[in-house]
């Protein structure tokens, strides 16, 4: 899946960034709001994680002007800023969430999956179909009963197509999805990993519309 992370110190930055990295999300880093504000514009962010403390545009303005368009993108506000009022207002804003620096790495991950499983509606873990399930805690997709366990960019693309089974996902909104910027993307890597995914999961649980794109059975 795909994160924005909002972060001015280089430091913090970098190391989040690989580390997010390693636990297998797609990572566009901007170092300023007003970035911060374009990217969230393009959208396709599974979750942004937003330092407050920021040049050009503070956190909270950028924050305030997501949600004042209705973007529910998930957000994860990080700050230095501990006080009581700060996490007040970030949540009143319209934070998802809220850590204080600094924090423990597995806490982070494990509250962006929260924060996505809540966008999703799911109160457990489960989204999909009857046929084709995603759990998001762990991972796996459920084909007939099994499990299988996918890679990040597996995961990352089943997440985009079954958010909203039946509909038509076409390759540029998938590579959105899947790649973070300045990844070397061959024009057929959508096609690649969609072959790899029908192995795993059946012909037909992936279905190609000609010209348009892909999607799976709504049910
Ligand atoms: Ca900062």
């Known amino acids: ?9 280089e ?4 190391s989040l960034r690989q580390a ?5 999300w797609s990572v566009d880093w901007v170092r300023d709001g007003g970035l911060a504000q374009s990217a969230l514009d393009d959208g396709g962010y599974a979750c942004v994680l937003l330092d407050l403390g920021l040049p050009e545009r503070d956190g909270t303005d950028v924050l305030r002007r997501a949600r004042a368009r209705g973007d529910v993108t998930p957000i994860v506000v990080l700050t230095a800023r501990g006080g009581l009022e700060d996490r007040i207002d970030a949540l009143d804003l319209g934070a998802d969430d809220y850590l204080q620096k600094p924090f423990a790495f597995r806490e982070l991950t494990a509250r962006m999956r929260a924060v996505v499983r809540r966008r ?19 991972r796996e997709v459920l084909v007939a009963g099994a499990r299988e366990a996918l ?3 597996e995961f990352a693309l089943l997440h985009a197509l079954l958010e909203r089974p039946g509909a038509i996902l076409s390759r540029e909104q998938l590579e959105h999805r899947i790649y973070g910027w300045g990844e070397e993307v061959s024009s057929n890597a959508v096609d690649v990993l969609i ?5 795993k999961l059946g012909p037909d649980a992936i279905r190609n519309v000609r010209g348009l794109g892909w999607r799976v059975a709504a049910a």
């Not at 997010?20 to 297998?24: I, P, V």
């Not at 072959?195 to 192995?199: E, K, L, N, T, V």
């Open 195 to 199: 072959y790899g995914m029908r192995r």
């Open 120 to 138: 999703d509606g799911a109160a457990q873990s489960l989204i999909g179909t009857p046929a084709l399930q995603l759990d998001l805690g762990t």
């Open 20 to 24: 997010l990295e390693g636990a297998g």
């Open 151 to 153: 890679t990040a960019r």
């Open 1 to 9: 899946m795909r994160t924005l992370l909002v972060e001015d110190d």
């Open 11 to 14: 430091m913090i930055g970098r």
